[in-house]
DNA sequence: AAGTCGGGGCG
DNA sequence: CGCCCAGACTT
């Protein structure tokens, strides 16, 4: 619901804008992609690379998990020419653990589109053309890389404006709906010449002082402002749809060790964990019994090892883990990975799960 | 508009 | 345990 007051936006917080960056001036996070708001002032700008591959790095994913891997993909590809010529798979394993792998697959086509251009897209119906990038990361990369006019919207910032301005969902899918278009309508009325620091001080308000459950509001830059804290009840906003409870899938893993290596076999590019390197595995259910000697893809002497529980975004695994120890390789696709580098093999974390139990 | 797609941290 | 996180893409 959008509160009725009808007055205008730049009446209702006209200082806001400069009120967040004079917090940002002192209180800014330093991260390894960022630029200090010293240096931006002084005209400098980021390396769109950096704002692009930390951008799509970040996208339902926390700074300290992201990090690391930011760092180490710079390590490996220091420039996008270096990461399009990349081989796919070191990507993907290299991207492993991190989630979301179809980010992993866009990132390396996108590295390739990136690498065939003149210089890097600076307008967002460019980078809107681009594999992987979206609303969001468009207005992220051309605000924080560019200083376009744009504010990019993510969960923080749909947060941290919801409060400003008491815009905040009925509690149904529709009416958040609305009102994130809503949001993304009004806060673009707030960007400053700044836009790129603006964007970034947003975030850094709602990771470290807007924050989802208890706000502290004591030492925030727009208790002034904020019509959320007016009302009293800044941390009912805002009121998002609840997810609907995951099912549980069953499903067993089978771990063929041979020689002191195990059978990997890469899963197909798209779909769940698509692309990367995994156990075997029977099919995943709801509601189902299995029977191992039918669900293996050989006849062997299996040993049930344990269970490796994972949750997914949309459903949990129950993995019952079994082992067979063979004589000689089989005739089955995949690779075999020695024991003692499995875990750096680039297998996703359910599959390290799995492995773990060897 | 709803579903698909990871993983970790926090209360 | 549920909720959240610098969302994009498909149907």
Known sequence: MVNANSSSVKSDFKNASQDLLYWYDKMARRLPWRLSPDNRKKGELPDPYHVWLSEIMLQQTTVPHA???????LDLWPTVQDLAAAENEDVMREWAGLGYYARARNLHKCAKVLAGLDKFPNTIEELLKLP????????????????????PVDGNIERVISRLMTISGDGSAAGWAEDKKEITARVQELVPARS???????MDLGATVCTPKTPNCMICPWVESCLAKKEGNPEDYPAKPKRKPQPIRKGLAFLAICDGQVLLQRRPDSGLLGGMLMPLSSDW????????????????????VGQARHVFTHFALHWDVYVANLE???????????????MEAGIPTVGKKALKLV
């Open 285 to 304: 259910a709801e509601g189902r019994e299995y029977v191992v000697l039918e669900e293996a893809p050989i006849g062997a002497d299996w040993k049930h």
């Open 132 to 151: 992987g990038v979206g609303p969001y990361t468009s207005a992220a990369v051309g605000s924080i890389a560019f200083d376009l006019p744009v504010a």
């Open 328 to 342: 000689q390789k089989p005739d089955l696709e995949g690779e075999w990975i020695k024991l003692e580098y499995a």
């Open 196 to 202: 790129g620091d603006f964007a970034q001080a947003m």
């Open 67 to 73: 990090t690391p891997y930011f760092l180490k993909f």
